[in-house]
């Protein structure tokens, strides 16, 4: 069975105006590193928001570990949400609270009101974060205010936010296009790796094709909200590439 | 195995980062409760002992005093459009004169055009901070005192308590300009009047214009209850009807009040759109 | 060479299409009508007030006159009274618990007013609109004259009274607040499945808390302006002895409460400085 299944998604943001995304079809499985490709305001963003709801889709379904989401009721979906962790291209931290808080933040679909309110985690949480914050080479930072660390740094906070939750799947929304070209690749490196090692299958959108064919399996390409390209990264040449961007990229 | 090491190594970390969240939570609650204590211990000065309970009588009984006020005398009406005129018109002759006397009151308190700043500068922010400290009531009272009954004084009321906010907005207007169009008109020869209008003014004109409508939409609430001590317009009809004990005449006032004050914020949306 | 210069460039037209005015039809012409029936306004303003422009510079002598008589010197004895003090003592608390219970409904009003932030944009929004809007238009002293007639002379009308003038005051100051931020931690909070009062606390107070400590400090400051006249409705505080000097024609004593109020009102604006201060360098 597969994690993902995206069915017929349509997406358009205002009655009348053009639709985003016409119709996307396409399946995510256990082991893969998904990457989605296409110039800018093909709908990439919009996609994967519409994975985890934040952006609802007009029609369509979509099946996550085979229970349908798209008809799902607001407290069943934060359940849902919980399941599905997700890193931002802008980071999306809390800048005023500490890199700690940040990470337990995470949680915050497990843990009740009042105990969010004055900010009180398990002592298994607290580890976890402890843990994860470490393998992202950030234990030294664990106090710092999250605006006072460099961009690289935020992202790693991301991960570890987005991993705490213990998900089945990771939504990347340009993970790297905020940062400079050596600090992506680390970052790429470090989130397939603890993907690998938490086996948690991740569907990335990604500005760089580059990075999508050194750190992919699977790549799908949209151009203009149409699914123009679906399969594996080998299968993916040159022909195709130009075909999704109107150019030469490689 | 790696994971192993990493869980002993936050084993110790685990406990000093508990106990350090838990001594600020600690902390943040016991300052909490002592302002707790304090409020707790004003409210039982201020209106536990001062409350004349048995005068007021239960829950039901205040619910049904205010439930007298539930209702409108349409009788009134057709007598509130003069006052509700008079109400509207104190409040902008109100605010023109105060637009007025500001102009001294900017020039003197924005740093960089007073014109002698250890003297002038105090001046200006005094008289802005004495507009503002004064609450417009007092200021009524005053002119009424002075100047007899009738809208006059509430409309020098009106004008003296709007100095503090325009003239502070202003200023600071003032004090944030660009500095490179001033070079540039200064450089072509013209004179002070000149280098005013045509490359401060411009500058400050839409923050200014914004800042004098929302105090006149504030001044039109103001002028409403001057009538209160004496100035004209609603207030002395609002006065009139809780003297003879007509509630549903006091809520048609409220009611009236509300109206122009919409009225008010009608006029200064569109104005505004136009002017910036 | 100067000659294919000028040839390349294109000769100055001099057309009518080109022509460039100041005064635009009908733009010109609409602003033009519109300043004209403002100063018809203001005219017909004050034929109809009955305002004597004449003998105003008059009056202005009068007034000096007024002053220096009969308002002069101020009977600093009278303020010195214990139960003046007292008085004093009792506008600083029900200004501050007015303050303090209006920030405390504040908060969900603020909230609720706030167009991205409302549980319910269809039914929550406009009705926590309509109530703030609603508190803020009635003015402070028709609060106060409201809840003494409903509840009778002192100071829990005076409470009310400020709680509901500063709810509508600070209400939409929060909500301007709460629109203004930035909605990416939001985004980030709601897709980890945390609730709407969970986003709140994790996602939007931590953005605006250095705000809404300006907007409270702001909010006290109003609070005590309007705390030290409430008593002259009979709402408590040092306002009824105002009001009492006022009826009596005590001249000097009204002179020397309200330098009383002038000095409290001063010490307050400076301590609100210095606090403003202290959170401008928080941030």
């Known amino acids: 069975m597969s994690v993902l299944e995206v069915n017929e998604l349509r997406v358009r943001y205002k009655a009348g105006s053009p639709e985003i995304l016409k119709g996307i079809n396409f399946e995510v499985e256990e082991n893969d590193f998904f990457a989605i490709i296409g110039p800018s305001g093909a709908g990439k963003s919009t996609l994967i928001r519409c994975i985890n709801r934040l952006v609802e889709p007009n029609s369509g379904k979509i099946y996550f570990k085979g229970n349908e989401i798209t008809g799902m009721s607001n407290r069943q979906l934060r359940i849902v949400r919980r399941d599905i962790g997700m890193i931002f291209q802008e980071f999306n931290l809390i800048d005023r609270m500490s890199v700690m808080d940040n990470v337990l933040s995470g949680r915050l679909g497990y843990t009740g009101n009042l105990r969010s309110f004055f900010k009180i985690f398990p002592r298994k949480e607290i580890e976890k974060a402890l843990n994860l914050l470490d393998r992202v080479g950030l234990r030294d930072q664990v106090d710092k205010r999250a605006d006072e660390l460099s961009g690289g740094q935020r992202q790693r906070v991301g991960i570890a936010r987005a991993l705490i939750q213990g998900p089945k799947l990771l939504l990347l929304d340009e993970p790297t296009s905020s940062l400079d070209p050596k600090i992506s690749r680390e970052i790429m490196s470090l989130i397939k790796e603890m993907a690998k090692e938490l086996n948690v299958p991740c569907l990335c959108n990604i500005h760089d094709v580059q990075l999508a064919m050194e750190f992919c399996n699977k790549i799908i390409g949209i151009k203009d909200g149409v699914k123009m390209f679906d399969g594996s990264t080998e299968s993916l040449n040159k022909q195709k590439l130009d075909e999704i961007y109107l150019m030469e990229v490689l | 195995m790696k994971s192993d090491q990493l869980l002993t190594n936050t084993a110790i970390n685990v406990d000093d980062i508990l106990v350090k969240r838990n001594r600020d939570k600690v902390s943040q609650s016991i300052f909490f409760m002592v302002m707790m204590a304090l409020v707790l211990w004003s409210v039982n000065v201020t209106i536990i002992k001062d409350t004349d309970w048995e005068r007021m009588g239960s829950l039901g009984e205040v619910l049904a005093s205010a439930g007298r006020f539930f209702g409108i005398d349409f009788s009134l009406i057709p007598n509130l459009f003069e006052p509700a005129i008079e109400t509207f018109m104190i409040s902008c002759l109100g605010t023109l004169l105060g637009v007025i006397i500001c102009v001294p009151a900017i020039w003197f308190g924005a740093l960089n055009i007073t014109p002698f700043k250890p003297i002038t500068y105090p001046i200006g922010r005094f008289m802005m901070t004495m507009s503002r400290s004064i609450h417009e009531i007092v200021w009524a009272l005053f002119f009424v005192a002075v100047l007899g009954l009738g809208a006059l004084p509430g409309i020098f009321a009106i004008a003296v308590r709007s100095v503090g906010f325009i003239a502070k907005m202003s200023a600071e207007a003032i004090e944030d300009i660009e500095l490179g169009p001033l070079d540039a008109i200064r450089a072509t020869g013209a004179n002070r009047f000149q280098v005013l209008l045509f490359a401060i003014l411009p500058q400050v004109l839409p923050q200014v214009i914004g800042v004098i409508l929302f105090e006149w939409e504030i001044n039109i609430r103001r002028s409403a209850i001057l009538g209160l001590v004496g100035a004209g317009g609603l207030g002395l009809v609002f006065f009139r009807q809780m003297n003879t004990y007509n509630y549903h005449g006091v809520t048609t006032v409220i009611l009236a009040i509300l109206g122009i004050i919409i009225i008010g914020e009608i006029v200064s949306h569109f104005t505004r759109k136009r002017m910036i | ?283």
């Open chain 3, 1 to 283: 060479m100067m000659d294919s210069i000028n040839k390349r460039t294109s000769p100055i037209k001099t057309t009518s299409q080109t022509k460039w005015k100041r005064f635009k039809y009908p733009d010109s012409y609409i602003s033009y009508c519109l300043w004209i029936s403002a100063l018809v306004f203001i005219a017909f303003s004050i034929e109809y007030l009955n305002i004597p422009l004449s003998r105003l510079l008059g009056m202005m002598g009068r007034m000096g006159d007024i002053l220096a008589n009969r308002y002069y010197p101020p009977d600093i004895e009278y303020i010195m009274d214990i139960d003046y003090a007292k008085s004093i003592l009792e506008t600083i608390q029900m200004a501050y618990l007015g303050a303090l219970f209006g920030l405390v409904a504040t908060v969900p009003l603020g909230w609720f007013s706030s167009f991205n932030m409302t549980p319910s944009r269809r039914y929550v929004y406009p009705v926590a609109r309509l109530i703030t809007m609603s508190c803020r238009a009635v003015h402070e002293m028709i609060w106060a004259i409201l809840f003494v007639s409903i509840l009778g002379f002192g100071m829990f009308s005076g409470v009310l009274a400020l709680t509901f003038f500063c709810a509508g005051f600070a209400g939409k100051l929060l909500a301007d607040e709460i629109e203004a931020i930035d909605m990416n931690p939001v985004e980030a909070i709601r897709a980890s499945g945390a609730n709407l009062f969970q986003v709140m606390i994790y996602a939007v107070f931590p953005q605006i808390r250095v705000a809404f400590t300006g907007i409270a400090i702001y909010t006290w400051d109003v609070a005590f302006r309007a705390a030290t006249v409430v008593g002259f409705f009979g709402a408590g505080g040092m306002g009824w002895y105002l009001k009492r000097n006022v009826l009596q024609i005590e001249t000097e004593r009204v002179t020397s409460i309200l330098l009383s109020i002038l000095v409290l009102v001063l010490i307050s604006e400076i301590l609100s400085a210095l606090a403003r201060d202290r959170v401008m360098r928080m941030k």
